[in-house]
């Protein structure tokens, strides 16, 4: 019956092994009702054997009060063994054993039931956990971006309050100003209604003056086409006069001459005053001069007898004679460069007759000669012509004959660094210098500094006749190009302004030296000019231009297409008489020379 109650109901049991104390099932699983009902049984070890040793707990029966039951032996330590015959004692210890190791057994397999299902609801836990860990860094994540776009929000809530505490303000302010503008409002509507009331009477004006202005309109389109028939007129009145002004030049060339080159004589006043003896200008004609000569007779038995020579020119004038009345008889001849023509005006005479005072003149306005009086003319001829269309481009040279020599009047480099020069014939007939300064000009004024410079660097010297004698020839020229667009017209041409050195003799300018070398080189170009002038006054095959430097560059003046004007000076001293009749008479030679009518460069 014991052993029934026994296999029945297990008991709990505390296993001693060694020194350590191992976990009771009981404890480990609570909800286990055979354990909590059942008694305990104690094994303990002997510390000497280590045997277990067998206590068995008498198992009372149920309804019985556990401290009325019998009290179990514990076999231990100092306890009496078994006899070895006891055999059925040795086996109830055993079963005793074996019983609580299946309890242990039992209770260890709960446990590790337990335990797996602990681990496996732990593991779930942790999956779950991990899960939600991961949900909580997503979800942290977002919340970060959420952060830095809520600082964002922040400065530009920041900012909209800022903007908000501004627009607050200038509402206040656009406030106060809406209500001035309310005060103006009512100011202005009540000066709208008086403008209302002005309109009106305007609207009735206006309408009078529509009507008014159409009828100017008419009249402004009536003068425009007027204007245009005007400007018609004007460019063919312009082109009548150049033709008649062209016409009026040859008849002058032709009026008391065979030839086409006018020549003009003028006298340069006495220095100590007074008239001189023998040069006799008619008071009733201003085309004549008389030379007259007084001749001893060799045998004293006649009386002395006045032999004359007479002399008949385009213009004669006398001493008294002004620049300007001088420059006002070419000035025509002048216009007709802007025309087309190429105009070329030269003075001959002899030493200190005063030829570089008439050309260049002095920088008074009075006594200002003909070159400077000639570019004003031309430039503000060509601002005139301007209103008309005329566009002009001028160019200026200034070049000098010294010993058969070319030199470039313009030139401002270094004496030692100048360059040769050399005249060249274009095919076009034209006659051109290497090396040359051609300046383009613009204005008068500029002009004017050029011709200064070239004053400066001519060629000059002291002689027994003049103090300051030009020892050169010198040739300005003014190249003249003009374009009107608007009726397709050009035109180009030469001004051509020159000034002779003077002719001289040996015996009265007692020149020596370099002067000596000097005035045979002038007389010499001179001499050949006059061939020139012979060889075409003759109608000859063969002219020789090329004979000096001289010839060779005015050959488009004497021989081509130009329009060409002299001016003979002359000395009244009574010792130039020689000297003044030599030069009437190359004077009359030049008058009578043929060289064809000039035509206008104009396409």
Request: charged share 25%.
């Amino acid at each position: 019956m014991r052993r029934e109650q026994d296999m029945h109901k297990p008991q709990a049991a505390a296993t001693v092994i060694g020194h350590r104390q191992a976990p009771v099932a009981a404890s480990r699983v609570p909800h286990s009702e055979s354990i909590r009902t059942a008694g305990a049984a104690t094994v303990a070890v002997g510390p000497s054997r280590g045997v277990l040793k067998r206590s068995t707990a008498s198992a009372a029966p149920r309804g019985v009060n556990p401290k009325q039951a019998a009290v179990p032996k514990t076999v231990g330590v100092g306890a009496s063994r078994r006899k070895p015959w006891d055999l059925k004692g040795k086996v109830n210890d055993m079963e005793d054993k074996i019983r609580n190791f299946q309890t242990k057994a039992r209770s260890v397999n709960e446990e590790m039931e337990a335990l797996k299902g602990s681990l496996s609801h732990s593991q779930s836990r942790v999956s779950q956990m991990e899960k939600e860990v991961e949900q909580q860094r997503s979800q942290i994540s977002k919340y970060e971006i959420e952060l830095q776009a809520l600082s964002h929000v922040r400065q530009e809530l920041e900012k909209v309050s800022s903007d908000k505490s501004f627009l607050q303000k200038e509402l206040s302010n656009l406030e106060e100003k809406y209500k001035v503008m309310e005060t103006l409002r009512d100011s202005q509507e009540t000066e709208l209604q008086a403008l209302k009331m002005k309109l009106s009477v305007q609207e009735s004006t206006m309408t009078r003056l529509q009507s008014t202005l159409r009828d100017r309109e008419e009249e402004v389109h009536s003068l425009k086409e007027m204007v245009a028939e005007q400007k018609e007129e004007l460019h063919t009145g312009e082109m009548e006069r150049r033709r008649l002004h062209n016409t009026i030049q040859e008849l002058k060339a032709s009026q008391r001459s065979p030839g086409n080159i006018r020549v003009f004589c003028r006298v340069r006043p006495l220095v100590s005053g007074g008239l001189s003896k023998h040069i006799q200008l008619p008071a009733s004609d201003d085309k004549s001069i008389v030379l007259a000569k007084t001749e001893e007779s060799h045998t004293g038995k006649v009386a002395d007898t006045q032999k004359n020579y007479n002399f008949s020119f385009d213009r004669v004038f006398g001493p008294q004679a002004s620049q300007q009345e001088i420059f006002e008889e070419i000035s025509l001849l002048v216009q007709s460069a802007l025309d087309g023509y190429n105009v070329c005006v030269f003075a001959y005479g002899q030493t200190g007759s005063g030829k570089t005072y008439t050309m260049e003149g002095e920088e008074y306005d009075d006594t200002r000669g003909v070159i400077p009086r000639a570019v004003q003319q031309v430039f503000k001829a060509g601002q005139k012509l301007a209103a008309q269309g005329w566009e002009f481009t001028f160019t200026a040279s200034f070049v000098e004959i010294y010993n058969e020599t070319l030199r470039d009047l313009l030139y401002t480099g270094k004496a030692s660094k100048r360059p040769e020069h050399e005249i060249r014939k274009m095919a076009s007939n034209e006659v051109t210098v290497t090396n040359l300064t051609y300046e383009k000009v613009y204005t008068e004024d500029q002009v004017q500094g050029l011709i200064a410079v070239a004053k400066r660097n001519r060629s000059t010297a002291q002689t027994s006749q003049n103090d300051r004698s030009s020892r050169s020839h010198s040739v300005f020229q003014l190249h003249i190009e003009g374009v009107n667009a608007g009726r397709d017209v050009t035109c180009k041409s030469t001004l051509c302004l020159v000034d002779l050195a003077g002719s001289e003799r040996m015996m009265k300018s007692q020149s020596q030296g370099d002067r000596f070398k000097e005035m045979t080189a002038i007389n010499s170009s001179l001499s050949n000019l006059g061939i020139v002038i012979t060889s075409l006054a003759n109608k000859e095959s063969h002219i020789p231009y090329r004979n000096s430097k001289l010839t060779y560059l005015l050959q488009g003046c004497l021989g081509g297409n130009s329009k060409t004007l002299m001016f003979v000076n002359i000395s009244p001293e009574s010792d130039s008489f020689g000297e003044t009749l030599n030069s009437l008479r190359f004077a009359s030679k030049v008058n009578d020379c043929v060289i064809g009518t000039a035509s206008s460069n104009k396409k």
